[in-house]
């Protein structure tokens, strides 16, 4: 009877053991996955040596911005949707990255995508960040001219040339054309 014990016993060790190392692996697993994800996204929307495209939009402060009003100097440009967790959690780091391209004499633009994006929270929060924001459906040109495959997406332009597509820390939404 003794042996039997031990025996079940070490069925359950070995078990419990296997079931550890499984919920390990499949953690594992689902972060390589995001990250093949993140970089598949990142490989599909601009890349370094692009350039801005030819666009016409009018901002929320009215103003009508072109691309020749951007390429001058340094321009980080954030693609946000205005329903999209991701976004919102984006926007901190978002506006950091322009208050360092305003130190350096740039400007910092966000699209927000998405119906009613204009009157949405995610619009309200971006404009501490950006010096300027335009939002859906006036953004819907300068969206599709850039093939943001993910939201959000930031971008680092210099003189109208993309330098930097910088990583989201969180997994990418897919964008809808």
């Given at each position: ?14 078990g ?8 390990v ?43 020749d ?49 204009g ?59």
């Amino acid at each position: 009877m003794p042996y039997v014990i031990a025996g079940l016993v070490l069925v359950g060790a070995v078990g419990a053991l296997n079931a550890v190392l499984l919920a390990v692996i499949l953690r594992r697993w689902q972060e390589l996955v995001a990250v093949r994800r993140r970089d598949d996204f990142a490989g599909q929307g601009p890349q370094p040596g692009d350039e801005l495209p030819e666009f016409s939009s009018t901002a929320l402060s009215g103003r009508t911005l072109t691309q020749d009003d951007l390429r001058a100097g340094e321009l980080l440009l954030g693609v946000f949707s205005h329903d999209c967790p991701s976004c919102t959690d984006a926007v901190p780091g978002f506006a950091a990255q322009a208050d360092r391209a305003r130190a350096m004499g740039g400007r910092a633009v966000a699209l927000v995508m998405g119906e009613d994006a204009g009157e949405s929270a995610l619009t309200g929060l971006l404009a501490g960040a950006a010096d300027e924001i335009v939002a859906h459906p006036d953004a819907a040109g300068l969206f599709r001219a850039l093939r943001v495959p993910a939201f959000p997406t930031i971008l680092r332009y210099q003189d109208g040339v993309v330098t930097a597509p910088l990583a989201a820390d969180r997994e990418p939404v897919p964008a809808a054309s």
